[in-house]
C-alpha cells in the first residue's frame, strides 16, 4: 500500500488523506524503514508539500517528516513553522521536531516562546496557542533538562492537610501531637488540618496517605479556567516555593483535577488552566506532566467551586522506599502500617511474630516498625513473592525468615506469640468458594502454632468468615476496626477463649 499511496501523492491525488494514510501504516518499524528507503532521492517531493495551499496538508507533511525521523527534514520544518500562519498547524511542526536532533535550534525555540508571550489572548486562539506554548515548552526542557529544587524548608511554619484513613485521622493526630507538640490540629472528613512549625516528622508518622499544603491566597477558587490561574499566580505560590527551595524559578508543575466533570471536560480544563499559569507567571511556573516538582491539586466542593492544595514532590516521601518489589494482591504499605498501629497497644516486644501469608513483607516489615520483635517468620506458597519479600526486607534493614511453603504444610519447632497476616481474598483465579476454604483451613490449624495467650491480627477483607469459622477453635474478636465500608476491609484482633 505504500507504493500506491506514495504514487498518488507524487501525482497529486488525494495528498492530504494519503499522508494521513502513510502516518497510519509507518508506525510499523519495518514499512517505516521501507518507506524511507522508497523516498530516497524523492525527499524533495515531501518537503515540498509544507508550500501546499491547504493547511492539513502542510501539517499530516510535517508529522510524517517527523515520524520519519530523518535529520534532513529538520531545517524544513523548522522554516516553515516560522513562516506558517494557521494558528491550528503550528504545534504539529513542533511535535515533528521532537523527533529530530534539534540541539543548535533551542536558542531560536526559546526566542519563539518569549515572543509568543507577546501574543495577545483571544477566545479564538487561546486554544493553539497554549498548545504551541506547550510544545515549545516541552523542546526546550528536553534539551536542556530540569534543574530539580532542593527543599530546604524543614525549619518553617506550614499550614498542611495530613489524607488519611477516614474511620481513624485521631491516631495520625496523636502521633502528629507527640511529634510536633507545637502543632495546632484540627480532624476534618479526610484526615487531619494543622499549623505545624516544622517538618522534621514526616517520615516518622506512617499512617497518612499524603501530606498537602495549603497556600495563603490560593485557598479556594470559582470553577472557572482564568480566574482561577489568576488567583494562583497572585497568591503566595511563588514566594512560598522561593522561600523553602535552593535555587530560582522557573519550577515544574502539573495539575490534578478531583471532580466529577466527564473526563474531556476536565482534559480540557486542565490543558486551559495549566496554559494560563504558565503565561500570567511568565513561565517561572512551567507546566511539566512528565518531570514535575509540583502538583496543584484541584477539588471541586459542594458548593461547586474548588478547593486548592499543593502536593511537594521535592519533598520525599521515603517511608516506604524499602517496597522495591510487589504482586498483585499486595497490601498497600500505609494500610500495613496502620493495621500495625491500631494493634500497637495490644502487642508485646521481642514477640515471635508468624505471617501465614506473608506475600512481599510489607505487614511483618510495619509490625517490627511498630513493635520490636525477636524472631519473625514468613511464609507463602508463591516463590515469587518470597523472593520480593527478601528483597524488600533487606531494603528495610530487618531480619526476617522467609519460607516458600504452603502454609498448611508448614512445620516449626517453637509456638508462636502472634499471627499477623492480610488474609487471602478472591481476586483473580482465587474464587470465593477458595478463600472460604482457605479460611476454615486456617482456623482450623492455626492453634497448633501459637502459644495459649497468643495475639492474632487479621487485615480481612471477609469479617463474616472469620465470624464463623474463628469460634470453632475457641477465637473470637475482641477488637473490630472497619478500614474501608466499600473495600469490606477490617483489621480483626483475635485471641484465644481459655
Not at 510524517?64 to 535529520?71: E, N, Y
Not at 501574543?119 to 528536553?142: C, D, F, G, Y
Not at 484526615?191 to 505545624?196: L, Q, T
Request: proline share 2%; charged share 30%; aromatic share 10%.
Amino acid at each position: 500500500m505504500i507504493k500506491e499511496e506514495w504514487q498518488q501523492i507524487k501525482e497529486n491525488q488525494d495528498v492530504r488523506q494519503n499522508l494521513s494514510r502513510l502516518r497510519q501504516e509507518i508506525k510499523d518499524k519495518d514499512l517505516r524503514r521501507r518507506f524511507s528507503e522508497l523516498i530516497r532521492g524523492e525527499e524533495f517531493l515531501l518537503t515540498e508539500l509544507l508550500h501546499s495551499e491547504d493547511a492539513k496538508t502542510r501539517k499530516n507533511a510535517a508529522l510524517l517528516m517527523g515520524d520519519l525521523g530523518r535529520q534532513e527534514f529538520m531545517a524544513p520544518v523548522f522554516e516553515s513553522y516560522r513562516k506558517e500562519e494557521q494558528r491550528f498547524v503550528r504545534s504539529s511542526y513542533l511535535t515533528a521536531m521532537g523527533n529530530f536532533d534539534y540541539e543548535e535550534y533551542v536558542q531560536d525555540l526559546k526566542e519563539c516562546l518569549e515572543e509568543l508571550q507577546k501574543t495577545e489572548v483571544t477566545a479564538e486562539n487561546q486554544k493553539h496557542l497554549a498548545e504551541e506554548m506547550r510544545e515549545l515548552s516541552s523542546l526546550i526542557v528536553r534539551a536542556e533538562g530540569i534543574q530539580t529544587h532542593r527543599f530546604t524548608g524543614w525549619n518553617e511554619s506550614f499550614d498542611i492537610i495530613l489524607l488519611t484513613n477516614r474511620n481513624f485521622a485521631e491516631y495520625t493526630q496523636k502521633e502528629l501531637i507527640s511529634l510536633e507538640p507545637g502543632a495546632k490540629t484540627k480532624l476534618f472528613g479526610a484526615g487531619v488540618k494543622a499549623r505545624v512549625t516544622n517538618l522534621k516528622w514526616v517520615d516518622t508518622i506512617r499512617t497518612y496517605h499524603e501530606l498537602l499544603f495549603v497556600i495563603k491566597g490560593m485557598e479556594n477558587s470559582p470553577m472557572d479556567a482564568l480566574q482561577m490561574a489568576e488567583k494562583i499566580v497572585k497568591s503566595d505560590l511563588l514566594c512560598w516555593l522561593e522561600k523553602i527551595h535552593a535555587g530560582e524559578a522557573p519550577y515544574f508543575f502539573r495539575v490534578e483535577m478531583k471532580s466529577k466533570k466527564p473526563l474531556d471536560e476536565k482534559s480540557a480544563f486542565v490543558k486551559k488552566l495549566s496554559a494560563r499559569i504558565e503565561r500570567l507567571s511568565q513561565r517561572r511556573l512551567t507546566n511539566n506532566t512528565a518531570n514535575y516538582e509540583l502538583e496543584l491539586r484541584v477539588i471541586q466542593n459542594k458548593e461547586g467551586g474548588c478547593n486548592l492544595l499543593v502536593k511537594l514532590f521535592t519533598l520525599k516521601d521515603d517511608r516506604f522506599s524499602y517496597r522495591k518489589e510487589v504482586i498483585p494482591t499486595s497490601i498497600r504499605p500505609v494500610n500495613a502500617a496502620l493495621t500495625a498501629a491500631l494493634a500497637a497497644e495490644y502487642m508485646k516486644e521481642n514477640a515471635q511474630v508468624l505471617d501465614p501469608f506473608c506475600g512481599v513483607g510489607t505487614m511483618l516489615i510495619e509490625r517490627y516498625k511498630a513493635v520490636k520483635a525477636s524472631s519473625t517468620y514468613g511464609v507463602d506458597i508463591q516463590e515469587d513473592a518470597i523472593v520480593k519479600a527478601r528483597i524488600n526486607t533487606r531494603a528495610a534493614g530487618q531480619i526476617i525468615h522467609y519460607i516458600n511453603r504452603d502454609f498448611f504444610r508448614f512445620e516449626h519447632a517453637y509456638l508462636f506469640d502472634e499471627v499477623i497476616t492480610d488474609m487471602p481474598f478472591q481476586i483473580g483465579r482465587i474464587t470465593e468458594e477458595d478463600v472460604e476454604e482457605i479460611y476454615e483451613r486456617f482456623f482450623h490449624s492455626i492453634s497448633d502454632y501459637l502459644n495459649p495467650d497468643a495475639l492474632m491480627i487479621l487485615y480481612s477483607h471477609n469479617k463474616e468468615l472469620v465470624e464463623r469459622f474463628a469460634p470453632r477453635s475457641r477465637f473470637y474478636i475482641y477488637k473490630s476496626f472497619e478500614i474501608s465500608k466499600k473495600e469490606g476491609t477490617y483489621v480483626l484482633l483475635l485471641r484465644r477463649r481459655g
